[in-house]
């Protein structure tokens, strides 16, 4: 399996961006996986951001993005957008994977099972 994401850059604060993941790989069902993106500033802990259900679209998200950034899917790659980004949204952003069928949606980076290589969003002040 193979999580591959694009579109980080750096912007100004209050602009709005967008992430994409594309999944790929060996073929297994989605019907219980969940994706997830984790973010980690410099010097910090990787962060949950959001986690949607593939199937049912069920979505949750880290309280500090909550109203401001909007995860969802469209086919296999899953999107963030990023709506009044703040200088503290600078980040590498990850997606992540997980097929274990947990009864909720999971936070915990160590639940996901594959991840991508990152890509950084940068927000000036």
């Known amino acids: 399996v193979e999580l591959v994401e694009s579109g980080g850059g750096t912007v100004q604060a209050g602009d709005s961006l967008r992430l994409s993941c594309a999944v790929s790989?060996?073929?297994?069902?989605?019907?219980?996986?969940?994706m997830a993106w984790f973010r980690q500033a410099p010097g910090k802990l990787r962060d949950f951001v959001a986690a949607l259900r593939w199937t049912g679209g069920n979505t949750t998200y880290a309280d500090s993005v909550q109203g401001r950034f909007t995860i969802s899917r469209e086919e296999n790659t899953v999107y963030l957008l990023m709506n009044r980004l703040k200088p503290e949204d600078t980040a590498l952003y990850y997606c992540a994977l997980e097929v274990g069928g947990f009864p909720f949606l999971p936070q915990r980076e160590d639940d996901y099972d594959y991840w991508g290589q990152g890509t950084q969003v940068t927000v000036s002040s």
């Open positions: 790989g060996r073929d297994f069902s989605f019907s219980f996986c969940d």
